[in-house]
């Protein structure tokens, strides 16, 4: 008789040679009384010897890994689609290929809450940053002011959630439709899923670091190009807009989001100090008159917002 995991773990991984098997060998050495299985999306790499070393742990652990064949390069969303469509687990988990998990009671830890608390379908928890440019790594001391229970609101000014620190009940993929996001062009899996999820169930926050994610100045959402930012965030915008037409009434009003949305895009061109473009967004006069004040001004407000919550013992989520 063939035993069905409780848990499946994605991980997908494009050009990763450095860094995953030290990603694969965290979630091996998870330490858990249920059964679990890994399903491995490598992303046709260009590099020659991620696919190599994925195939060396399936080979290896043919029990619990799973690695899709070799197919042409998918994409992100795609790629990580046909990974859900192979798992088997109750309970669905992520890791990418330059990220690990330090904890090795984190699968654990998420299981037994879910288990015991039917109402909650996502649970997340902290974690650790490492700057791939300086090798340090962040730990966040303080606990963050996430949402618990309806995160509606909030996951549409923010995606408050480290993704591969979640996992979530395989049947919400029910509210999921990645063939339509794929078309749309979405460009981020993780919030297209929290938005879709949100109105269903509960999300819990853990305090408790358990992954730690690798923040490299190339990536998408963290690019050192202010044009690359400015379109993930664009990107970020399409997929709130999307879900504001099919969760109303619980999603915030739409002039509500359109500000919130301006205002990021506004933030961003501050930060690089790309002044000119401030009009071409719809930034006001005043900003436009007196960029660099207003931009000390809203960093001072958030400071005292900072403060506020770590008087509480609570740091904010608009540090991710």
């Given at each position: 008789m063939i035993e069905v995991p409780l848990i499946s773990i994605v991980v997908i991984c494009y050009n990763q040679q450095e860094t995953i098997a030290r990603t694969l060998d965290s979630i091996l050495a998870q330490k858990t009384k249920y059964l679990f299985?890994?399903?491995?999306?490598?992303?046709?790499?260009?590099?020659?010897?991620?696919?190599?070393?994925?195939?060396?742990?399936?080979?290896?652990?043919?029990?619990?890994i799973k690695l899709l064949p070799a197919a042409p390069n998918k994409g992100l969303m795609k790629n990580y689609s046909d990974c859900l469509k192979e798992c088997r687990g109750k309970y669905i988990a992520t890791c990418t290929g330059d990220d690990w998990w330090h904890n090795p009671?984190?699968?654990?830890?998420?299981?037994?809450?879910?288990?015991?608390?039917p109402q909650y379908g996502v649970v997340h928890t902290e974690a650790d940053i490492y700057n791939t440019v300086t090798k340090e790594t962040y730990q966040n001391r303080l606990p963050r002011n996430c949402p618990e229970g309806n995160a509606v609101e909030t996951m549409f000014k923010i995606n408050f959630i480290y993704a591969?620190?979640?996992?979530?009940?395989?049947?919400?993929?029910?509210?999921?439709?990645?063939?339509?996001?794929?078309?749309?062009?979405?460009?981020?899996?993780?919030?297209?899923?929290?938005?879709?999820?949100?109105?269903?169930?509960?999300?819990?926050?853990?305090?408790?670091?358990?992954?730690?994610?690798?923040?490299?100045?190339?990536?998408?959402?963290?690019?050192?190009?202010?044009?690359?930012?400015?379109?993930?965030?664009?990107?970020?915008?399409?997929?709130?807009?999307?879900f504001y037409q099919s969760q109303l009434p619980q999603a915030p009003s739409y002039r509500s989001l359109i500000l919130f949305q301006k205002k990021w895009l506004i933030h961003e061109i501050l930060v690089k100090k790309d002044y000119p473009r401030l009009k071409e967004y719809g930034a006001s006069f005043f900003v436009r008159l007196l960029p660099y004040h207003y931009y000390i001004f809203s960093r001072i407000l958030l400071k005292v917002k900072t403060i506020r919550l770590r008087s509480k013992g609570k740091t904010s989520i608009e540090f991710m």
């Open positions: 299985e890994i399903i491995i999306g490598e992303d046709a790499s260009t590099d020659g010897y991620t696919r190599l070393v994925c195939n060396e742990y399936a080979l290896k652990f043919p029990k619990i009671n984190k699968l654990q830890l998420q299981v037994d809450f879910l288990e015991q608390h591969i620190s979640a996992m979530f009940r395989k049947d919400l993929l029910q509210y999921a439709n990645f063939e339509e996001w794929i078309k749309l062009g979405f460009v981020a899996e993780d919030h297209a899923m929290w938005l879709a999820f949100a109105p269903h169930t509960s999300f819990h926050y853990m305090p408790v670091s358990t992954i730690t994610y690798s923040s490299s100045p190339e990536s998408a959402s963290r690019s050192t190009s202010l044009d690359k930012r400015l379109k993930f965030i664009k990107g970020i915008c399409s997929i709130q807009l999307y």
